[in-house]
């Protein structure tokens, strides 16, 4: 496994202990359309025509493309929060990783393409850094969002289109793919683990017990002391912490509100991200 590999499922790995410490204001609202508008800044017409779009190319590639409208993602950044809807929101066919977010913070003049690990060579960081700034933000800058939204994401698709997808079936790639896979197991395990052995060791023991017990089954299934090192570390801290773990029920925000309306919900198909895309401002 090589150090940028090891570094995304460390990153990953960190993802619920972002979640827990989070401010409870910055809530990921629940995917049931393609476009989610927490801001009102598109009319129902322009959702409507946005989300019929993407539905058609998704329909004839299998990519899945998702946009994201909210007023400020505040006190996290943009890169921040974004990573934790898509791996909420799963958007792109399981073990293809072909999905991509269009994330917009209004009131933070912030904008982030996240994109899935199976789009990487097409939709890659300089290509995304592009399409925010000289085909997005400008049409920001005029005050014209509809425009900048339809603009970037005809130009996702374009470039998406340009490279072949690998297959449904195709096997997870390489050694993060196979961890990565396995991060929810150990994500339960510590809440059960934790839990259990907190009320009969206490805080202080049960976290030690949980955080030594899941490190060793990180290594078992990875192989990479590092990732155990950090799974177990992980492990022991929300044990200790006890608290914010409420939060998510089977791996969708409790009370958030979810923007856009759908007649059909749409729903994420498993895809995996890595933190690839970019950011910008206008």
């Not at 990875?222 to 950090?230: D, E, K, N, Q």
């Amino acid at each position: 496994m090589n150090i940028l590999k090891a570094a995304r499922i460390v990153l990953l790995a960190l993802i619920p202990f972002w979640s827990s410490v989070a401010s409870a204001d910055v809530v990921i609202p629940a995917l049931t359309a393609r476009i989610t508008d927490e801001t009102a800044t598109l009319t129902s017409e322009q959702r409507a025509s946005l989300e019929q779009t993407l539905q058609a190319f998704e329909a004839k590639k299998g990519s899945q493309i998702s946009v994201l409208i909210v007023p400020t993602t505040q006190p996290e950044s943009i890169e921040q929060y974004s990573i934790r809807v898509v791996e909420q929101w799963k958007l792109g066919r399981k073990r293809v990783d072909d999905g991509a977010l269009l994330i917009v913070a209004k009131n933070d003049r912030a904008l982030r393409i996240e994109v899935g690990y199976g789009l990487e060579g097409a939709l890659n960081d300089a290509t995304s850094s592009r399409i925010i700034n000289e085909v997005i933000v400008p049409k920001f800058k005029q005050g014209d969002f509809y425009g900048g939204v339809t603009a970037g994401v005809t130009s996702m698709m374009s470039v998406i289109s340009g490279e072949p997808l690998p297959p449904p079936d195709r096997p997870a790639g390489g050694d993060s793919g196979g961890v990565r896979g396995y991060l929810p197991i150990l994500f339960v395990l510590t809440l059960v683990a934790g839990g259990l052995l907190r009320s009969v060791l206490g805080r202080l023991g049960g976290a030690v017990v949980t955080g030594g017990a899941i490190a060793v089954v990180a290594w078992l299934l990875s192989g990479t002391v590092l990732i155990a090192i950090v799974a177990g570390a992980i492990a022991l801290a929300f044990t200790l912490l006890g608290s914010g773990l409420g939060t998510f029920v089977g791996g969708r925000a409790i009370g958030g509100p979810g923007g856009g309306s759908s007649r059909t919900t749409f729903r994420g198909g498993g895809g995996g991200f890595g933190g690839g895309g970019a950011s910008g401002r206008w």
